[in-house]
């Protein structure tokens, strides 16, 4: 079974919008977004996935979520980890939590759609 993030954006005057979906299943990465009929241009297009009508997976995806999370060995991960409430360093709970901090972007990762969240697209329920 999947698992999925909502990726959102609140670099727009009329609030949070959703922007995507990140997700896992067996240990590959998937992203796609989801912009309904709107305007590409109006959107965050997040660096690693240049083409909003196209489907990402495989190495495109893990160097977005590398580029979000700690590195595994890097200095004061257990600090990290710690601050998390992590016993142990796992990918999915790592963007969970960090994805929520992203302080490169203005691409947030979400378990649920925050409350008041603008959808441009019909969702399947999954």
Do not use: C
Not at 55 to 75: A, C, H, T
Not at 78 to 88: I, R, V
């Amino acid at each position: 079974m999947a698992r999925q993030l909502y990726v959102t954006s609140k670099a727009f005057p009329d609030g949070t919008r959703l922007i995507g979906i990140l997700s896992e299943a067996n240990g590959e990465y998937q992203f796609e977004y989801k912009l309904g009929g709107y305007i590409p241009e109006w959107f965050l297009v997040i660096d690693e996935f240049p083409d909003v009508s196209k489907r990402y997976n495989g190495s495109q995806v893990e160097k977005f979520v590398k580029r979000i999370i700690p590195k595994k060995d890097g200095l004061y991960i257990n600090e990290l980890l710690e601050g998390a409430n992590l016993k142990e360093y796992e990918t999915w709970e790592m963007l969970k939590v960090f994805g929520l901090r992203n302080m490169r972007e203005d691409a947030y990762l979400h378990e649920t759609l925050p409350e008041g969240a603008i959808i441009y697209e019909e969702l399947e329920a999954t």
